[in-house]
C-alpha cells in the first residue's frame, strides 16, 4: 500500500484501519516493512484503538525522510484481553512531496497457548476454563498467560506490583542519586523509554522510569528496594520483572540482593545498552540462608536518549519477613545486621567428613560431597555449604569489613616466612581511609572511598611513603579454576599526585604472566571506573600491581573491585528456543552474541565463519 497526494488542501489525512481483533496471547509482536522517503515525507504513525478507551495509544513513529529503502518495524502487543483495532495514519502538511508505503504485516506468537488433555508435572499449571497447560513460573506474574486469568488467581498481592497504584511495598534509597518516576504513556523525549507500559498495553497504564535528561549526569543511579524476606530456606524465590531499554545512550539496569542494610549487596543479574524497543522479561532465581531484600538499580548513561522502565515485578515462592508491613525504612534496619568491623572467617571445621574422594577432587567441608578440583574457585558454589568458595577470592569487595576479600600479597608471605621480624618500610598493599588521612597526605591521596563516598569508608592504597623509586607491589587472587565467556572484571581506582607511578592489571597461569590493562601518571582528584575483560580462562591469577614514582607524592588506590559474569557455562537438557543457537558443545547462547569477536560458547563455535 503507498499513498499518493492528489489535492493541495492543507491537511490531509490518508488512514490504513485493520480489522477488529479480539484478543491477543502474552508474546504477540507485530511487524512490517515500510518506506518513507522523499523531501518533505512528513511523519507517520501507527495507533491502537482499544474498545472502551477514547485516547488512542501510538505504538510507532516515523518522523522523517528515512531513504531510499525498505525498513523494518515491530512492535510489541503483548496481551490485549479486549476487542482492538490499529490505525495507520499519514498526515500530510500542505506541500508534501515523497512516497510513504507499507507491506508484509505479519502477526507472531498472538494466539492463547492451545488446551492440553493433560498437565503433569511441578513444573505446569494446568489453567482452570482455556485448559491450556503453561510454565509454572509464569504464574502469578501480573500477566493473563492461560486467557481466563486463572494463573492470575489467588495470588498475594504484597508480593506483586504493577505500580497503578503507587510503589505497593516497594521503596525508594534514601542513599541514591535520584529517583524512579512513575508515568502513564511515553516518556518526555522522543526515541528512548517506553510508549505504553506492560500492565495494560496501552498508554493508560503505569510504570516507572528512570529520566535520564538534564539535571542528570553520567553514571547518576536510581535504587529502588523491595520489601525484607524471609531467608528461602532449601525452596527457592523466584523474582520475575519486566524492563524496558531503549535509547542510543541507555547505560545500565542491575539487580542486587543483600542480606547486611548499609551495603550495596551483590549482583544477581545486570543488562547493558540499548535492547530496543520492547518490555523485555526477566526471571531470577534467589536463594539465601538469612533474611534478604532486592536492589534494583538504574545507572543514567552519557546523554539524554537513555531512560530506562521498569514494570509488573513479582515473586513466586517467597514469604515476606514476619509478614510484617511496618514503615520499611525503620523496621528493614532493625531488623538486617548492619556490616560488622571485623573480619568475618568462616568456621571450618579442623577434620573433613568421611568421603571417598580422590587426590584431583574436592571434598565439600559439610557433606563430604566429590567435586572436580575445576569446580573450586569459579564463582559458582557446588557444594551445599559454599565450602568450594571458601577460600578464593570474593566476586564483589568493597573492603568495608576492613577484610581483603581473599586478595593477597605474595611478596609480603615470602619475606614474613624469611623474616621473623614485622614489615616495614616496604612498597605495599594496605587498607586505608580519608579519615587517618596526615596533613600532607591529602594531595595525593583518596579523601573519601568511592563506596561510601565518606571519610569513613575504605579503600585499598600502595602507600608510597614506603619503598623507593620503581619499586612493585603486587595484591593477587588465590588460584581461579575456570571462568566464563563474558567475565570482567570492574574496578574503581584513584590515581592523584605529581608523582604517581603506575597501575596495572596482570594474569598469571603456571609461569606466564600477561599485561591485561594498565594506567600511569595522575589521572586527577576523582575515581574513575576501569573493566578489565578476562573471558574464558582457567587455573590462573588476577594481579594488581602499583609501582612507586620519583617520590611520595602520589598513592595509587583501588576500590569496589566486583567479577562480573565469571561463572563457567552450565550446559542444560533443555532445548534451545528459536531466539537462541546451539553451540557444538550443546550450550544455548542468544543469537545476538554470534560473530562478535566473544567466544561465548567456550568451542567457538558461535565464532565460526561458517555461520
Known amino acids: 500500500m503507498f499513498i499518493l497526494k492528489n489535492s493541495s488542501s492543507i491537511s490531509q489525512i490518508a488512514r490504513l484501519q485493520s480489522p477488529k481483533f479480539r484478543q491477543t496471547g502474552s508474546n504477540c509482536t507485530l511487524s512490517f516493512w515500510y518506506y518513507n522517503y522523499g523531501q518533505s515525507v512528513g511523519a507517520a504513525e501507527l495507533q491502537l484503538l482499544v474498545d472502551g478507551l477514547k485516547q488512542p495509544t501510538v505504538l510507532w513513529r516515523?518522523?522523517?525522510?528515512?531513504?531510499?529503502?525498505?525498513?523494518?518495524?515491530?512492535?510489541?502487543?503483548?496481551?490485549?484481553?479486549?476487542p482492538f483495532q490499529f490505525s495507520l495514519d499519514k498526515i500530510s502538511l500542505g506541500f508534501y512531496e515523497g512516497v510513504s508505503a507499507i507491506d508484509d504485516i505479519r502477526f507472531e506468537n498472538c494466539a492463547l497457548p492451545p488446551p492440553a488433555l493433560s498437565c503433569e508435572g511441578p513444573n505446569h499449571f494446568w489453567c482452570r476454563d482455556t485448559k491450556a497447560c503453561i510454565d509454572s513460573l509464569l504464574v502469578c506474574d501480573l500477566?493473563?498467560?492461560?486467557?481466563?486469568?486463572?494463573?492470575?488467581?489467588?495470588?498475594?498481592?504484597?508480593?506483586?506490583?504493577?505500580?497503578e497504584n503507587g510503589l505497593c511495598n516497594w521503596e525508594q534509597d534514601v542513599e541514591d542519586d535520584f529517583d524512579w518516576i512513575r508515568i502513564q504513556g511515553p516518556t518526555p523525549t522522543v526515541n528512548t523509554g517506553p510508549l505504553k507500559d506492560h500492565t495494560t498495553g496501552t498508554d493508560r497504564g503505569h510504570y516507572l522510569y528512570l529520566e535520564s535528561s538534564e539535571p542528570r549526569q553520567f553514571q547518576d543511579k536510581a535504587v529502588l528496594l523491595s520489601p525484607l524476606f524471609n531467608p528461602s530456606g532449601n525452596g527457592t524465590c523466584v523474582f520475575r520483572f519486566h524492563y524496558h531499554m531503549f535509547g542510543k545512550e541507555v547505560y545500565k539496569l542491575s539487580v542486587f540482593q543483600r542480606t547486611v542494610s548499609n551495603t550495596k549487596g551483590w549482583p544477581l543479574w545486570y543488562k547493558f545498552g540499548n535492547q530496543e524497543n520492547r518490555w523485555i522479561r526477566q526471571t531470577l532465581f534467589i536463594s539465601s540462608s538469612k533474611p534478604f531484600q532486592i536492589l534494583v538499580k538504574g545507572i543514567v548513561g552519557d546523554g539524554f536518549t537513555g531512560d530506562i522502565g521498569l514494570d509488573d515485578v513479582s515473586f513466586l515462592g517467597c514469604t515476606l519477613y514476619n509478614g510484617a508491613q511496618h514503615s520499611f525504612g525503620c523496621f528493614f534496619k532493625g531488623n538486617l545486621p548492619t556490616i560488622s568491623t571485623t573480619t568475618s572467617g568462616t568456621s571450618v571445621p579442623a577434620t573433613l567428613p568421611m568421603n571417598?574422594?580422590?587426590e584431583k577432587e574436592f571434598v565439600c567441608?559439610?557433606?563430604?560431597?566429590?567435586?572436580?578440583?575445576?569446580?573450586?574457585?569459579?564463582?559458582?558454589?557446588?557444594?551445599?555449604?559454599?565450602?568450594?568458595?571458601?577460600?578464593?577470592?570474593?566476586?564483589?569487595?568493597?573492603?568495608?569489613?576492613?577484610?581483603?576479600?581473599?586478595w593477597y600479597q605474595p611478596a609480603l608471605e615470602q619475606m614474613s616466612e624469611n623474616y621473623s621480624i614485622p614489615i616495614t618500610n616496604t612498597f605495599k598493599w594496605q587498607l586505608g581511609r580519608g579519615a587517618n588521612l596526615y596533613p600532607e597526605q591529602e594531595?595525593?591521596?583518596?579523601?573519601?572511598?568511592?563506596?561510601?563516598?565518606?571519610?569513613?569508608?575504605?579503600?585499598?592504597?600502595?602507600?608510597?611513603?614506603?619503598?623507593?623509586?620503581?619499586?612493585?607491589?603486587?595484591?593477587?587472587?588465590?588460584?581461579?579454576?575456570?571462568?566464563?565467556?563474558?567475565?570482567?572484571?570492574?574496578?574503581?581506582?584513584?590515581?592523584?599526585?605529581?608523582?604517581?607511578?603506575?597501575?596495572?592489571?596482570?594474569?598469571?597461569?603456571?609461569?606466564?604472566?600477561?599485561?591485561?590493562?594498565?594506567?600511569?601518571?595522575?589521572?586527577?582528584?576523582?575515581?574513575?571506573?576501569?573493566?578489565?575483560?578476562?573471558?574464558?580462562?582457567?587455573?590462573?591469577?588476577?594481579?594488581?600491581?602499583?609501582?612507586?614514582?620519583?617520590?611520595?607524592?602520589?598513592?595509587?588506590?583501588?576500590?569496589?573491585?566486583?567479577?562480573?559474569?565469571?561463572?563457567?557455562l552450565l550446559i542444560s537438557d533443555k532445548p534451545c528456543t528459536s531466539e537462541e543457537f546451539m553451540c557444538a558443545n550443546k550450550y544455548c547462547i542468544p543469537k545476538n552474541n554470534l560473530c562478535d569477536f566473544v567466544n561465548d560458547c567456550a568451542d567457538n563455535s558461535d565464532e565460526s565463519p561458517s555461520i
Open 365 to 406: 567441608r559439610a557433606s563430604g560431597h566429590c567435586i572436580q578440583m575445576i569446580q573450586k574457585c569459579d564463582f559458582r558454589p557446588d557444594c551445599s555449604d559454599k565450602s568450594d568458595e571458601s577460600a578464593c577470592v570474593m566476586e564483589v569487595c568493597d573492603f568495608e569489613d576492613k577484610g581483603l576479600c581473599g
Open 62 to 82: 516515523t518522523y522523517y525522510n528515512e531513504g531510499n529503502q525498505w525498513l523494518k518495524a515491530v512492535i510489541q502487543l503483548g496481551r490485549l484481553p479486549h
Open 143 to 163: 500477566v493473563d498467560d492461560c486467557g481466563d486469568g486463572s494463573d492470575e488467581d489467588s495470588c498475594n498481592p504484597d508480593l506483586q506490583c504493577n505500580f
Open 356 to 358: 571417598n574422594c580422590t
Open 443 to 568: 594531595q595525593h591521596c583518596p579523601l573519601t572511598d568511592h563506596t561510601t563516598c565518606t571519610e569513613e569508608g575504605w579503600y585499598l592504597f600502595a602507600d608510597s611513603s614506603n619503598g623507593e623509586f620503581g619499586h612493585t607491589a603486587d595484591i593477587a587472587t588465590p588460584v581461579i579454576s575456570l571462568t566464563g565467556p563474558r567475565c570482567k572484571i570492574i574496578f574503581w581506582n584513584h590515581m592523584n599526585g605529581s608523582t604517581i607511578g603506575s597501575l596495572e592489571v596482570l594474569c598469571k597461569s603456571s609461569n606466564k604472566t600477561s599485561k591485561l590493562w594498565t594506567q600511569s601518571g595522575s589521572q586527577g582528584p576523582q575515581w574513575n571506573r576501569a573493566e578489565v575483560f578476562l573471558g574464558i580462562r582457567s587455573n590462573f591469577q588476577v594481579i594488581f600491581r602499583a609501582k612507586r614514582g620519583v617520590s611520595y607524592m602520589g598513592d595509587v588506590a583501588v576500590d569496589d573491585i566486583t567479577f562480573e559474569d565469571c561463572s563457567p
